[in-house]
C-alpha cells in the first residue's frame, strides 16, 4: 500500500510537470510569439511528449532527478512570465534587442508598473503549479520499496536509446520541413528576415534568442546609412488636398504628450473633467476623432513616424543604429522655407539618442532636463521623472518667446513626460485629488493628466498674452495610450479579438488655428500623416518621395498600417494581420463587424511598403544576413 502511494505520487508529480511545460509553452507560442503554423506546432508538442516520457518519466524515482527537473521548470516560468507578462503591456515578446538596445525609462519601480498595471489575479493559475511542484518534489519517497513491489516501477517501459534517440532527430526534422512547407522557405536567415513568429514556429525559441544574439554581436560599430531607394508604387497615389492657411508662414507648435488616451478627452469622473483645457480647445479646433499612434517600440517611434512620416518597424532602436541625417523630414523641410527649428524635451538629452538624432534630423536647437528648472514645482527625487510638465512648459515658453523675438517663423516640437506611466510624477500639491477614484493607478492617471492639462493651459495663456497665438499652428497628439484597462475607465477602445494582438492605440490629435474652425473630422490616420497635413496647410505642392503618410484633409478612406513584428492592418473598424502573401482577419471594433474587401491590388501595396520600410530599417540585420550568406 505504501509503495503504491508513493506510485501515486510520482505519477501526479510527472503529470503536474508535462501539462505544466506544455500549457506554458503553447500559450508562449500562440499568445505571445504568434506561431502561425498550428500543425508544426502540434508535431512539436508529440516531440516534447515522446522525448519526456522516453527519458525523463523513467528517472522520476530519483528524488535528485525531481528535484533538478523542479529547478528547470521555475527557469521555464521565469521565462515565461517574462515574457507573459511583457506582452500584456507592450503586444510582443521580450526580445534580446529590448534587454541589450532598449532603454531603461528612468528612476521609477518597474516593480510597480508590474504589481499596478500588469497583472491579472487569473495569472495565480500559473503558478498553482509550481507550488504542487515543489511539494512533490522534494517529498522522500523510499526506491527500495519500489523495487520490493515491482522491482521497477516502470519495468513495462523498455526502449533501446540509439533508436530514440533516431526517432527524436526524425521528429525534429519533419517538423522544421513542415514548418519551412508552410513559410516556403527553409534557409533561417530568410525566415528571420520574414518575421520572428515564423522562425519561432519553425526552429523553436531557443534558436531564436540564438540568432538575436548573434545578430547583436554582430552589429555595426558605426551608424549604418541607408539607401533611400525609390519609392513603391503605392506613393505615387494623391497626399496633399490644398487645404491651405491664408496666413503666410505660420509659426508652428507641436505638442507630443506622454499617454495621453483619445478616452480621456470630454471625460468625466463623477461630473469633474479630468483635462478641462483640452476639452475647451478642442471645441475651438479641428479635432480627429479615429487617429492613432505608431508604437511598436518605444515612444521614440512617435518622434519618427511624426517627423520623417514613415512607419517604425518592430526591432529597430533607429535612433541609435542609423544615420537619419539620410532622411528628408519636416524641420528641413521648414529650414528651407526659413524656419528656425528648435526640439524640447524634459527628460535626459541622451535618451534614445536623441540629442545625436535630432541635429541629423534637421533640428536647429535641442533643449533637454538640463536646460529646464523646477521653479515652481519642484518634485522630490524618488518620484521625478525629468523636469515637471508645468515647469518644462513654461521654461520652454521663455525660449520660444526669444526665439520670436530673434526671427520668424519658428517650428517648435515638444515633448512631454510627467503623465508617464506608473502616473506618479506629478506635483502632490499642484494636481486635482480625484480621491473618490478607488483604484490607486487610475487616480494617479487622472491626477498626472490633470497636471498636464494645467501646464498646457498655463503654456498657451502665456503664448497668447505675447501675442505669438495669432499666427501660430498649435498640433497636439500622444505617443501611446495610458494601457489602463480598469472597470472604471478603459484607455482604448474595445475589440473583439480571436488571435493575441495589440490593438491600435487610440490617440487625440487636436489642430488649432485661428483661421480653422472647430470640426470634428473621423477620417483615419496616424501619427505617420501628422507632417503632410501640416505641409498641407503650409501650401506645399509636393511631398518628399520619401514620405508615406498623407494629409488629413484628403477625403479618402485608405487603410492604417502598423509595423508590429507580425504587420497589423486596420480598415473600416475591422482589424487584419499581414502573414506571408494573405490579410488574415483577426477582430473587429465592438459592435462594428462587417464584411470587408480589400483587393489583391492593395495587398500587393501593402506586401511593397513594408518590405520598403524594413530595407530602411532593418537595414543593420540585412548585412549582418549578407554575410551569413
Do not use: C
Amino acid at each position: 500500500m505504501f509503495a503504491i502511494k508513493q506510485k501515486k505520487i510520482l505519477n501526479l508529480f510527472s503529470i503536474i510537470i508535462l501539462l505544466s511545460f506544455i500549457v506554458k509553452y503553447n500559450v508562449l507560442m500562440l499568445y505571445i510569439f504568434g506561431a502561425p503554423s498550428i500543425i508544426t506546432l502540434l508535431i512539436r508538442n508529440v516531440l516534447f511528449i515522446y522525448f519526456y516520457s522516453q527519458f525523463i518519466e523513467p528517472l522520476l524515482f530519483s528524488k535528485k532527478i525531481r528535484q533538478r527537473l523542479f529547478i528547470l521548470l521555475m527557469v521555464f516560468s521565469v521565462f515565461f512570465f517574462t515574457n507573459y507578462w511583457y506582452s500584456r503591456y507592450f503586444g510582443d515578446y521580450f526580445s534580446l534587442s529590448n534587454l541589450l538596445s532598449g532603454e531603461a525609462t528612468g528612476t521609477f519601480s518597474y516593480y510597480e508598473i508590474l504589481v499596478k498595471q500588469i497583472i491579472r489575479v487569473w495569472d495565480i493559475f500559473f503558478i498553482l503549479d509550481l507550488a504542487a511542484a515543489a511539494y512533490l518534489g522534494f517529498i522522500s519517497i523510499s526506491v527500495y520499496d519500489f523495487r520490493l513491489e515491482e522491482k521497477n516501477i516502470y519495468k513495462n517501459i523498455s526502449f533501446n536509446k540509439s533508436a530514440a534517440v533516431g526517432i527524436l532527430i526524425i521528429l525534429v526534422i519533419i517538423q522544421i520541413f513542415t514548418g519551412a512547407a508552410f513559410m516556403e522557405e527553409i534557409s533561417p536567415t530568410n525566415i528571420y528576415q520574414e518575421g520572428t513568429s515564423y522562425y519561432a514556429s519553425v526552429y523553436g525559441i531557443l534558436p531564436l534568442y540564438t540568432m538575436e544574439i548573434y545578430i547583436y554581436l554582430n552589429r555595426p560599430e558605426e551608424k549604418i546609412e541607408p539607401v533611400l531607394e525609390k519609392a513603391p508604387y503605392y506613393l505615387s497615389q494623391k497626399q496633399l488636398s490644398s487645404k491651405k492657411l491664408n496666413a503666410e508662414n505660420p509659426n508652428i507648435i507641436l505638442i507630443q504628450v506622454e499617454s495621453l488616451d483619445a478616452a480621456v478627452i470630454d471625460y468625466s469622473y463623477r461630473g469633474r473633467e479630468v483635462t478641462p483645457f483640452l476639452n475647451e480647445l478642442k471645441s475651438k479646433s479641428l479635432y480627429f476623432d479615429n487617429f492613432y499612434a505608431q508604437k511598436v517600440n518605444g515612444s521614440f517611434d512617435a518622434d519618427l513616424s511624426v517627423l520623417t512620416s514613415l512607419y517604425p518597424v518592430n526591432r529597430s532602436y533607429v535612433f541609435r543604429e542609423i544615420d537619419m541625417s539620410r532622411f528628408e523630414t519636416l524641420p528641413k523641410l521648414l529650414k528651407e522655407r526659413g524656419y528656425q527649428t528648435l526640439a524640447f524635451h524634459n527628460n535626459d538629452k541622451n535618451f534614445f539618442n536623441r540629442a545625436e538624432a535630432y541635429p541629423d534630423l534637421g533640428f536647429d536647437k535641442f533643449y533637454s532636463e538640463e536646460d529646464f528648472d523646477e521653479d515652481y514645482y519642484p518634485v522630490p527625487e524618488q518620484r521625478r521623472l525629468g523636469v515637471n510638465d508645468y515647469d518644462f512648459f513654461a521654461d520652454s515658453e521663455e525660449f520660444i518667446n526669444k526665439a520670436a523675438e530673434e526671427s520668424d517663423p519658428f517650428f517648435a516640437y515638444l515633448i512631454s513626460l510627467t503623465s508617464h506611466t506608473p502616473f506618479n510624477f506629478y506635483p502632490e500639491e499642484a494636481a486635482e485629488d480625484f480621491a473618490e477614484v478607488e483604484n490607486e493607478l487610475l487616480r494617479n492617471y487622472f491626477k498626472s493628466v490633470n497636471f498636464l492639462d494645467q501646464s498646457l493651459q498655463n503654456f498657451m495663456d502665456n503664448l497668447k498674452e505675447a501675442g505669438i497665438l495669432e499666427n501660430t499652428l498649435v498640433v497636439i497628439y500622444s505617443d501611446h495610450e495610458s494601457e489602463i484597462q480598469n472597470g472604471e475607465y478603459k484607455s482604448g477602445r474595445e475589440f473583439i479579438l480571436w488571435r493575441s494582438v495589440k490593438i491600435p492605440y487610440h490617440i487625440p490629435l487636436i489642430i488649432h488655428h485661428p483661421e480653422l474652425e472647430n470640426e470634428i473630422i473621423s477620417r483615419a490616420g496616424t501619427t505617420t500623416d501628422i507632417a503632410p497635413t501640416i505641409l498641407d496647410l503650409l501650401d506645399f505642392k509636393s511631398l518628399p518621395e520619401q514620405f508615406v503618410g498623407d494629409s488629413l484633409f484628403l477625403k479618402k478612406n485608405e487603410p492604417l498600417l502598423f509595423l508590429h513584428e507580425t504587420p497589423q492592418i486596420f480598415y473600416q473598424n475591422q482589424l487584419y494581420i499581414k502573414e506571408l502573401d494573405t490579410l488574415q482577419k483577426v477582430g473587429y471594433l465592438k459592435n462594428h463587424e462587417k464584411e470587408v474587401q480589400i483587393s489583391d491590388k492593395k495587398i500587393k501595396e501593402f506586401e511593397e511598403i513594408i518590405n520598403y520600410m524594413r530595407r530602411i530599417f532593418m537595414i543593420n540585420k540585412g548585412e549582418i544576413f549578407k554575410e551569413v550568406e
